[in-house]
Nanobody, 123 residues
Framework: VQLQASGGGLVQAGGSLRLSCTDS????????VGWFRQAPGKEREFVAA????????LYGDAVTGRFTISRDNAKNTVALEMNSLKPEDTAVYYC?????????????????WGQGTLVTVSS
């Protein structure tokens, strides 16, 4: 598994962004996938996760109702649709492939990590 996160950028508060996570080796279709973020000076935070079939999702409390995770295994992609963005959403966002077919809130359950993409939300 070799993950690549993309789609970050600068957006105004209230705006939207769509992040994508792809696996260049096309092998993570059997893995749960999660998104985490880390803001400067803060600990890594769980954002969202999705099971290998896409039928189970988890969300962090800070993003529930605003963010949506989805996956298309035929395209080897997991997306994170982010709406109603707030300045406190500013962070580097990482995607990760879980050790199991299901995602979790615990970063320790993830084996492979992408390089991260920066999201900046201006007020």
């Amino acid at each position: 598994v070799q993950l690549q996160a993309s789609g970050g950028g600068l957006v105004q508060a209230g705006g939207s962004l769509r992040l994508s996570c792809t696996d260049s080796r096309r092998t993570f279709s059997n893995n749960g996938v999660g998104w985490f973020r880390q803001a400067p000076g803060k600990e890594r935070e769980f954002v969202a996760a999705i099971s290998w079939r896409g039928d189970r999702t988890l969300y962090g409390d800070a993003v529930t109702g605003r963010f949506t995770i989805s996956r298309d295994n035929a395209k080897n992609t997991v997306a994170l649709e982010m709406n109603s963005l707030k300045p406190e959403d500013t962070a580097v966002y990482y995607c990760a492939a879980a050790r199991s077919p299901f995602g979790s809130r615990d970063g320790a359950d993830y084996r492979y990590w992408g390089q991260g993409t920066l999201v900046t939300v201006s007020s």
